[in-house]
């Protein structure tokens, strides 16, 4: 990878934990970001835009970054292929952009393994289970059967809030705006192990 001058920002959490409306409260007060976005092989439509919804490409491009190594990871849903694609993070890196990931703990892992010197992960919760729950079905976009199954994920996902730098628990917008403000700021101090060792070397030769 080339010089890297940019930092990754992980948000975690079940849906209807609030992770939109804090990026949307948080945006114009973090600097330059890139939003990383699913890469796919399915048809583009009607309202989409390529490089705003997904990155959309053919079945032999994609496979071809799967053999290059080009994905922190990939699936196959429905007969299209999904996947989060490094060349555009690594570009936004080199640009010094803050590159935030709206991912699930199995995508954190990913991250973690491929660029974890230079990412600072977040969980963001409700304060309580039957909290969760009580948003969901106020929202009223999802069926009972989808609600229970996003219940059931986020019952297993709590369970590994330990693997993440910081936990937010959203029962005020307002305030945990303000934590993850802060925590979105202090990201971007992170240096890369390469970015570390160069300063070493060049302390020392001063």
Not at 64 to 79: K, P, S
Request: include cysteine; hydrophobic fraction near 35%.
């Amino acid at each position: 990878m080339s010089q890297i001058n940019g930092a990754v920002l992980v948000l975690s959490g079940p849906s209807g934990a609030g992770k939109s409306s804090l990026i949307n409260k948080i945006i114009d007060d973090i600097g330059e970001c890139y939003f990383s976005i699913s890469t796919t092989t399915r048809p583009m439509r009607e309202g989409e835009e390529d490089g705003v919804h997904y990155h959309f490409v053919s079945e032999e491009e994609f496979k071809r970054e799967i053999e290059e190594d080009q994905f922190l990871e990939y699936a196959v849903v429905h007969g299209n292929y999904y996947g989060t694609s490094m060349r555009p993070v690594k570009k936004a890196l080199e640009e010094g952009k803050l590159v935030i990931f709206d991912i699930d703990v199995q995508g954190n892992s990913a991250v973690q393994n491929r660029l974890g010197d230079i990412t600072t992960s977040v969980f963001i919760t409700p304060p309580s289970l039957s909290e969760l729950r009580r948003r969901l079905e106020n929202r009223s976009t999802d069926s009972q059967e989808v609600i229970n199954k996003r219940l059931e994920m986020a019952k297993r996902e709590i369970q590994r809030v330990s693997e993440y730098d910081f936990l937010l628990i959203n029962d005020d917008l307002d305030e945990t705006a303000d934590k993850l403000r802060l925590i979105a700021i202090t990201a971007r101090l992170k240096k890369s192990s390469d970015e570390i060792n160069a300063f070493v070397v060049k302390w020392e030769e001063s």
